[in-house]
């Protein structure tokens, strides 16, 4: 008899197509990501609808790979979770469509997960002494949220974005300064070959909410200062560029982070989310939280970006919670964290 | 021989179980609902009334398109999904094809239309003859006027059917437009048909027409608009 719980997990709400088979909610069976970012970076950025058609086409692939390599066949699995929301309509529906038609076919139980509370559940999988409660930092792609994680599953919002999430900034600065897509990678390259020091980037805060992120006067600052070395004819160092746009993030989300964990009085703190994958923003947070005496937990870069453990390890705390989706689970592209 | 019929292609959802030559169940809603929201309590509905054990089911059958493309997505996700579970072939059956399949042994030309929008529709052109379903003009998308051109060379003996929603989108134009004796098929069979899908997947199967779940994808008919431009800046420059 089998005492373990698996889960086998479903992710499709962007540009990977990603199956995982978690145990217990910590420990990963198996991994399986395809990515179609090469596709995406013949159009500079992520086409939803080829996403759509990409996810449709290699999801069963990705998912039989991921039953095979966990060691388990689908009759052992217990439970079959999928990401609901946040994300892309289209590349959603895919995951969520095959999740529902799976469980219903195999018996098993369906958990609708919650996207962004995937990227907070990817710490507990290297983390094991990460228990709420704690501070959260969660910046990708399409987020960046500053949260109490009150318990497995109760989060407080203390600041988000008001404009461009921290991900997207960097895609646009990487394009403005003729780096491509994806821009988080490409820029943390160049910023190791530059000064972050070169050029004084403003750090945006939005006024009246000590919390929040506002990074589309950042990206405004850069393409301003560009215009300007091309009308001047002055030379445009890339690398610096990136560095200093780098450290411009950086700085602003380990100060309102750190801040944030002070006025709370919480001596943890865990970050995630693809951006956290970004080797400047690793190394100054694990400084900033040392300095202030705290302890600093972020996942390795593989359960950073978009990935489908991330999803299992939630899941797993949404059941021990007795939570399940219904048959009708749909597709819900601006789901909020917290909300179900 | 014992199949799961489902066309989500277009406003239509529909799921069927046959066995053999028995319908055992049906269910078909032309409701402006997401066909991710309803299809499966739908299977799951059915499956209950007629008490059925999945592991009996032999393949799952697809309107694999043209339509929607986020309709056919949902429904191709599902038949891949449940193909996965039960270890069982796809069988992927053309949406107009299926169509057309309503109408069992009609004389005339059948002309199923979908709404494909940007000025133009899905359609196919059949006939029967000797109880076999023939293909005179495979699937594709084409602008009503081409169509209707095409429906009056050919003026067919036996006058032409039209059906499918792209009816209710055209029949103004098409009323307009066609030269010969043309009719409308009527509420019971003039939309897509689950339990058509699941009949003619029977045929297929039997000639060893179908797919393994990973194989299985949509037909679009039709690229992406971001191809679409791709290809004509590419074109140009």
Known sequence: MNQHTDILAIETSCDETACAVIRDGREVLSNVIYTQISMHTLYGGVVPELASRKHIEKINTVIENALTESGLTLPEID???VTYGPGLVGALLVGVAEAKSIAWAAGKPLIGVNHIEGHIAANYIEHPELKPPYLGLVVSGGHTHLIIVKDWAEF???????????????????????????????????????DPLAIPFPKAKVHGSEYDFSFSGLKSAVLNYLNHAEMTKEAVNRNDVAA?????????????????????????????GGVSANSALRTAMTEACKEAGF???????????DNAAMIGVAAYHEMMNGAKSGWELNAIPALRLGER | MKLIAIDSSGLTASVAILEDDVLLASYTVDYKKTHSQTLLPMLDEISRMIGLDVHTIDAVAVAAGPGSF????????????????????????PTLQAMAYNLYNARGLICPIMDARRDQVYNGLYIWWN???????DQRAVSIEELAEEINR????????????????????LDALLTVPHFYAPAHVNRQRAASVGALAQIFYKSGKYVSAKEHAPIYLRKSQAEREREMKEGKA
Do not use: W
Request: hydrophobic share 45%; charged share 25%.
């Open chain 1, 156 to 194: 407080e919002i203390l600041g988000r974005t008001v404009d461009d999430a921290a991900g997207e900034a960097f895609d646009k600065v990487a394009r403005a300064i003729g780096l491509g897509y994806p821009g988080g990678p490409k820029i943390d390259a160049a910023a190791k070959e530059g």
């Open chain 1, 244 to 272: 200093s746009f780098q450290k411009a993030v950086v700085d602003v989300l380990c100060e309102h982070t750190i801040l944030a964990a002070k006025e709370h009085g919480i001596r943890q703190v865990a970050m995630a």
């Open chain 1, 295 to 305: 302890e600093f937990y972020v996942p390795s870069p593989v359960y950073c970006t």
């Open chain 2, 131 to 137: 109880h076999d379903l023939y293909t005179i003009k």
């Open chain 2, 70 to 93: 986020t309709g056919l997505r949902i429904g191709s996700a599902t038949a891949k999904g449940l193909a996965l579970a039960l270890q069982v072939p796809v069988i992927e059956v």
């Open chain 2, 154 to 173: 050919r003026n067919h003996s036996r006058g032409t059917i039209l059906l499918g929603d792209g009816v209710a989108a055209y029949k103004d134009k």
């Open chain 1, 79 to 81: 439970a079959v979770a």
